[in-house]
């Protein structure tokens, strides 16, 4: 027989026989897939079931935490209503009258949330207003006892939501006592009500050691269905139609005992099995029909080329020519091949991308989560797990939901999908919750995802943690507002703060106040220790303040020394003093800094709106304005802004103004007052005394305006034109006279200590006057020679060597050393006249006048006495053997030309 003939193909015996195979494979399949989706279908349900339960057990724990919220909040107005019964004027308070207060708070409770609230004092007493229908030894027990938020009392099987609250007094600060509140949780119908608004379950009980205490739903749970049944925590079972699943309730981050059981509906897993009977039958008769269809074509396809195999086959082995072909046919099949060829290495590519693809997608630094169009979670990255803390297995079939933080409110999300949906992309900012309840930041980027036929079939966020990048703007914004120092607020964030507290007080008609301060001795301590310890010494100063003020006040440092304190809404202004009072107190405690304790003392202004300025500008100028006026009275204390005050300051202003007016219109002038030889009580010279002579005649005293002309710099132009003038004026006797005639002016502090070209300006004013050096004596006071000895010392050395004499002037006021004096290239010591006015009424002003003429002498020293009004004091004066005098006995400071026609 012919194993050729038996090989050809047959069409038909061959379709059947394909078609049998077929149908089996079939079968085969149906089979597996029928397994498999059962299997799938119950994965589904039981993966919607625990996230519904796990929706719902978010709920209660919210609803539960909302209660805790409104307890915080009633025990906060309660504490509040307490401390006011102890102020200053009655630190221990009637307890009748605090029962009184509880009681009326506990029956309005405008947050519906007290069912138990009582007050333990540090006294012992028990102060309890809790409604008969509550009150329970047992209750009040657990309720002061045990300080969870969540606490079961096992006496009478009740569930509690507590919360309790130090209550500090408004007066002293001290802790008076601790209030207790709590919401009862069993049997709670308004909690019922609320629960039934928010949760999706059939119905749902709340137990406590296997004992329910609160239970709801259409249909309550049956627990003899269950009864015998082990649930896992977390995992449901089915009992009959229905499903049952316990969660652990968790409050304020803390697993408590309460167990949330939960019964769900089982129609889902009927409807799925349904679908899935349709399913199956449909994909048996597509698989069926597909597979005939293969066949056929296949069939079709191949039957020439097995043929044509064939036949040359059978060719090669009859004949020993080799068998001729048609070329047709050969190029059938090199296309064929090529066709194969061309598959494979498609399918080589492909593979190759999608290799690249997944390796992308695990090795991202960027979270990736794809999910489909109903939002359920189907694949996430490395990346992502890492930073919510969630598994792959825990988020797959979960909606994005699990990562919300409550952050955003429901508009955030509804502008997200709607952006989704119009545009198929979103981009921004967005705060997840990770697995252990950290908020942080995320850049995410949302896009619609298409398949090969352009129908949305995905959405994939890309996202990445920007915590650190939220961290370095908190920071740089906290360092744009805070003192580098102190960590207080700014200026900036103070003028912020205090200008919200004006518009808040302006529209809610309250008060608030400013506090100024200053620190007296602060350049002292940091001068002799060094700046290191000055910024320690500011570092307790800021943190006594922040002890002395209120939670709600602001403590911030302007620069330097100076502070300033913001309190708004003041009920009481008696509440300023007393914090006045404290900070006073506090600061004049010792200061520990580089092994020695330090005292400083602060000078404080207080204005307070509306009273004194209605904007923040005008309100922190009047502080300062007070706290200058503090230091003026004496400094270690506080002053209450005036109008006054203001009227001061604008005559200061209006002063400084025409200051600088006189100087160009030659509105100074210069008075004389003698100066005596005592022995011979002949003139011997004279001090000149500037005077402001405004257009309209009136004298100003430079007691006025030389301040003044101090701090705005105007000193030094108006010391050199005294200069000029007395230099040029006390020529003019000498050359009359035809003696010398000793002129004395007065430096003032500023010019001695600051000017660095003072030698050479005498020398030059003695150049063009031509006044002799030995007839000008330069009058110095002794604060100004001791603030820098060294610089003094130096200076009158200068002077000297040009035939210039200096007088220490108001000796014995100041804070001399003698070690210093003794060094001084002085010619003169002047007295104060507050030694000598007194004299001889006063012994003490008798020794001390007596000792500095004494030390005088000792030290070759000359010394003029000022102020002498009174025979009785030139006795005293020349007993004690004193060179000079000056005062009004002799003459008081007058013009040039009356002292001309007096004394020449």
Not at 73 to 81: E, P
Not at 759 to 772: D, I
């Amino acid at each position: 027989m012919n194993p050729f003939f038996i090989l050809r193909p047959r069409p038909l015996k061959m379709t059947t026989y394909l078609m049998a195979i077929a149908f089996l494979f079939a079968v085969l399949f149906i089979v597996l897939l029928s397994g498999y989706s059962y299997l799938d279908n119950r994965k589904t349900v039981v993966v919607e079931i625990r996230k519904n339960a796990h929706h719902n057990q978010r709920m209660v724990e919210a609803v539960l935490e909302q209660r805790l919220k409104t307890l915080d909040t009633a025990l906060k107005n309660a504490s509040q209503i307490v401390a006011k019964h102890y102020s200053a004027s009655t630190p221990v308070a009637s307890h009748q009258a605090i029962t009184n207060s509880l009681m009326a708070f506990y029956e309005r409770d405008p947050g519906g949330a007290l069912d138990l609230l009582c007050l333990k004092l540090n006294d012992g007493a028990m102060i309890d207003v809790t409604s008969p229908f509550f009150a329970s030894p047992q209750l009040q027990h657990t309720l002061t006892t045990n300080p969870s938020a969540l606490a079961y009392c096992p006496g009478t099987g009740t569930v509690l939501l507590q919360q309790q609250e130090k209550i500090t007094a408004l007066s002293s600060g001290r802790i008076i006592g601790t209030i207790y509140a709590a919401t009862v949780v069993n049997d709670n119908l308004e909690l019922l009500q609320e629960l039934e608004q928010r949760i999706t379950a059939e119905a749902i009980t709340l137990q406590w050691n296997n004992q329910p205490i609160l239970g709801h739903g259409r249909n309550a749970i049956n627990q003899s269905q269950i009864e015998g049944e082990f649930i896992p925590e977390g995992f449901p079972r089915q009992a009959g139609e229905f499903f049952y699943i316990d969660n652990r309730l968790t409050i304020n981050n803390q697993t408590s005992d309460l167990l949330a059981t939960q019964k769900l509906s089982g129609d889902l897993l009927t409807q799925l099995n349904e679908s899935l009977r349709q399913g199956i039958l449909s994909v048996f008769f597509a698989t069926l029909i597909s597979a005939g269809g293969v066949i056929i074509i296949f069939r079709y396809l191949t039957q020439r080329s097995l043929n044509t195999v064939l036949q040359m086959t059978e060719a090669a082995f009859r004949n020993t020519e080799p068998a001729r072909y048609k070329p047709t046919l050969v190029s059938e099949f090199n296309i064929l091949g090529h066709s194969i060829v061309d598959l494979d290495h498609q399918r080589k590519e492909s593979e190759k991308q999608l290799l690249l693809s997944s390796s992308v997608f695990d090795n991202a630094v960027e979270g990736i989560v794809i999910t489909n169009l109903d939002g359920i979670i189907e694949q996430v990255n490395p990346a992502c797990e890492a930073m919510s803390g969630y598994r792959l297995k825990e988020l797959i079939g979960e909606n994005p939901r699990i990562f919300r933080s409550d952050h955003h409110n429901s508009a955030f999300y509804q502008q997200m999908w709607q952006s989704l949906i119009e545009e198929g992309r979103w981009e921004g900012e967005v705060w997840n919750r990770r697995k252990n309840g950290e908020v942080y930041p995320l850049n995410v980027s949302i896009s619609r995802c298409t398949n090969s036929a352009g129908i949305p079939s995905h959405y994939v966020a890309i996202f990445h943690d920007i915590s650190e990048i939220k961290r370095s703007e908190e920071k740089l914004q906290h360092q744009a507002y805070h003192d580098a120092l102190t960590n207080l607020p700014n200026r900036k964030l103070f003028h912020d703060r205090l200008s919200v507290a004006v518009a808040h007080a302006r529209q809610h008609k309250t008060k608030l106040a400013v506090i100024y301060l200053d620190i007296d001795n602060f350049k002292y301590i940091n001068d002799s220790l060094g700046h290191h310890y000055g910024d320690k010494l500011l570092q307790q100063i800021s943190e006594r303040l922040l002890s002395c003020t209120r939670q709600e006040d602001t403590t911030a440092r302007l620069g330097g020394d100076e502070f300033i304190i913001l309190m708004p809404e003041i009920e009481d202004p008696h509440d300023i003093t007393v914090l006045c009072r404290r900070i006073l107190k506090q600061l004049e405690l010792p200061h520990a800094l580089s092994g020695r304790d330090y005292t400083v003392n602060v000078s404080m202004g207080v204005t307070v709106f509306p009273d004194d300025a209605d904007t923040p500008e005008d309100l922190i100028k009047n502080a300062d304005i007070a706290m200058y006026r503090a230091k003026e009275a004496g400094k270690n204390g506080y002053q209450l802004f005036t109008a006054a005050m203001q009227q001061t300051i604008m005559q200061r202003i209006e002063l400084e103004a025409r200051l600088s007016d006189a100087l160009c219109r030659n509105e100074f002038v210069l008075f004389y007052q003698p100066q005596v030889d005592l022995e011979s009580e002949h003139v011997i010279g004279a001090e000149a005394l500037i005077r402001w002579q405004k257009p309209d005649g009136q004298l100003v005293y430079p007691d006025e305006f030389i301040p003044i002309a101090e701090e705005c710099g105007l000193i030094t132009q108006i010391d050199h034109w005294v200069l000029k003038a007395a230099c040029r004026q006390a020529n003019k006797w000498r050359e009359q006279s035809g003696r010398n005639f000793k002129m004395s002016v007065n430096l003032s502090s500023e010019q001695f200590a600051k000017d660095q070209e003072l030698v050479q300006r005498v020398k030059n004013v003695l150049n063009k006057t031509g006044l002799p050096a030995e007839c000008l004596t330069l009058e110095v006071t002794e604060n100004a020679v001791m603030s820098d000895t060294e610089s003094a010392i130096a200076i009158m050395t200068q002077l000297t060597a040009l035939g210039v004499s200096i007088a220490i002037d108001d000796f014995g006021t100041g804070y001399s050393s003698l070690s210093y004096v003794k060094n001084f290239p002085a010619r003169y010591l002047k007295i104060d006249r507050s030694f000598v006015k007194d004299i001889p009424g006063d012994s003490d002003d008798m020794a001390i006048a007596a000792s500095i003429i004494s030390l005088g002498r000792n030290l070759n020293m000359e010394v003029i006495a000022e102020g002498v009004e009174e025979q009785t004091q030139i006795d005293f004066l020349k007993q004690h053997r004193c060179q000079q005098v000056q005062g009004y006995f002799y003459g008081k400071p007058c013009a040039a030309e009356f002292f001309s026609q007096q004394f020449f």
